[in-house]
């Protein structure tokens, strides 16, 4: 997914003045937030389990170089084969390469947000390859000719009426009434592409690293049939998304889904380790992990946005989030949305042309406090702020002007001191006189005119020290 970040207001101000969208999108509060805060609220050790999962993402990300090489050492020991990828597009030449070496024409692929960093469905398509999308969600995005709207709930913007018409225009299907039909219909049309398929592709919610174990959380089944009917299984998980043991996971999966979804236990649950054994039942003749970096090693080697990796990919934060609960999925241009997305987004694409993103909140503190994984969101918001207006560390040409750094400037000696700070307002209470009506500043001259047209500034006052004086 080529990222569109550029265009972010107008993006918002699309969904906002879409009632039906709107609509769609209190599902988020009223469904997903609300069953969330339920479970965590019956579960007696929600708060020590987030702590140890924030301590055991601290660990892992600090010694990631080590674990991701045992995790690549176990799943080569378990007969798969690991490929490092540095970006998107060596991702998606691998995955394409291999299925062009293997006579593969139908992929069949469980939910991967990776796999739209890598653009890798049209990717495959370009080679000729016909990759079908098997998580519900994902099947009426790519039926639609859309991209995900939300982590893990990528149709939460359409509505039933919505998905019938597209079902009847692209599937000439008859006109269901009832969710239950059209997920029916989608599992009658995709049980086909399951059978012939020569290849699965799915995500990674974790990797084990004492293993090599794949573990994926799905609700309908089809990750576990991407793994275990084709012949090849390829998985494609970002580099962060290693822990390191057996005994970890059960913490994890137990905080992923209850603040997924709200469930105590997903419908499945599946682990993969390695291709299929002599005594398996079942399970592909290949396995292949591919780890993506794509940017996270810029998230990884800054100080102050290394926690963003300790992300779980659970969407909690998306659905607590006043502003994305508003402004939807699409307005953020690329493939993580929401909180957690208006940090990872401009590091892994670029700060400049997604330099609304960290703006793109009220710091109300409701993301920090829905993430199961303790990430401190708030704080790695307002540094990437002071990025976009500094520019140290990623240029943008909207880094502060010498106007507004002299202005700045002016502003930090005026609060020195109580002298400093008498002096400027003297200053000011003479410079303002031309643009007093009735007390107030009702128009400014540019550079200040931004603020006029809407509101009026408050005049500056005798200071209440000096009226004291008398
Ligand atoms: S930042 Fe936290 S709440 Fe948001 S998706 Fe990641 S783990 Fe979930």
């Not at 080590?66 to 691998?94: C, H, P, Q, R």
Request: with cysteine.
């Amino acid at each position: 997914m080529r990222p569109d970040t550029k265009n972010f207001k107008r993006g918002a101000a699309k969904a906002l003045g879409n009632e039906r969208i709107q609509a769609n999108l209190l599902g988020l509060y009223n469904g997903f937030d609300r069953a969330r805060l339920a479970a965590a609220d019956g579960t007696p050790d929600w708060e020590l389990m987030r702590e140890q999962a924030r301590a055991i993402k601290a660990h892992t990300i600090d010694n990631l170089d080590y674990y991701l090489e045992l995790a690549a050492s176990n799943v080569e020991k378990a007969g798969g084969t690991v490929f490092f990828a540095k970006d998107a597009d060596a991702a998606a030449g691998y995955v394409t390469d291999l299925a062009l070496a293997r006579g593969v024409k139908l992929v069949i692929k469980g939910k991967s947000m990776v796999s739209e960093e890598m653009s890798l469905n049209e990717r495959l398509t370009d080679a000729g390859i016909e990759p079908v999308e098997t998580d519900l969600g994902e099947y009426i995005i790519q039926l639609a000719g859309e991209t995900p709207y939300h982590i893990i709930a990528p149709a939460i913007h359409k509505s039933r009426e919505e998905v019938t018409d597209l079902f009847e225009a692209k599937l000439n299907s008859p006109r269901y009434e009832e969710i239950t039909e059209l997920a029916a219909e989608a599992r009658r049309q995709l049980r086909d592409k399951f059978i012939r398929a020569d290849m699965g592709i799915t995500g990674a919610n974790f990797i084990v690293a004492e293993t090599g174990t794949v573990a994926l959380v799905t609700n309908e089944g089809n990750g576990r049939m991407c793994t275990s009917m084709p012949r090849i299984h390829v998985a494609i998980t970002g580099m962060e998304k290693i822990i390191p043991s057996m005994d970890d996971l059960g913490i994890f999966l137990r905080l992923l889904i209850r603040s997924a979804t709200g469930q105590r236990i997903s419908s499945y649950v599946t682990t993969v380790t390695g291709p299929r054994h002599a005594d398996d039942e079942d399970g592909p003749d290949e396995f292949h992990l591919v780890i993506v970096d794509n940017g996270r090693s810029r998230l990884l080697a800054d100080p102050e946005l290394r926690e963003s990796l300790y992300c779980i990919r659970c969407g909690a934060c998306l659905n607590a989030c006043p502003v994305y609960r508003k402004v939807g999925g699409h307005a953020y241009g690329w493939v993580y949305p929401g909180p957690i997305g208006a940090i990872v987004t401009p590091v892994m694409t670029n700060l400049a042309d997604a330099k609304d993103l960290p703006f793109a909140s009220s710091l109300c503190g409701a993301c920090r406090e829905a993430c199961p994984v303790k990430i401190n969101i708030p704080r790695m918001l307002l540094h990437l702020r002071k990025e976009v207006t500094e520019g140290r560390k990623y240029p943008t040409e909207r880094n502060r002007s010498v106007l507004e750094a002299l202005a700045m400037r002016l502003w930090r000696l005026s609060l020195s001191s109580p002298a400093a700070l008498s002096i400027a307002n003297s200053v000011a209470r003479v410079l303002q006189k031309p643009l007093l009506r009735k007390g107030r500043i009702r128009w400014l001259p540019p550079p200040l005119s931004g603020w006029t047209p809407s509101r009026t500034f408050p005049a500056f006052v005798r200071p209440f020290r000096q009226r004291w004086r008398g």
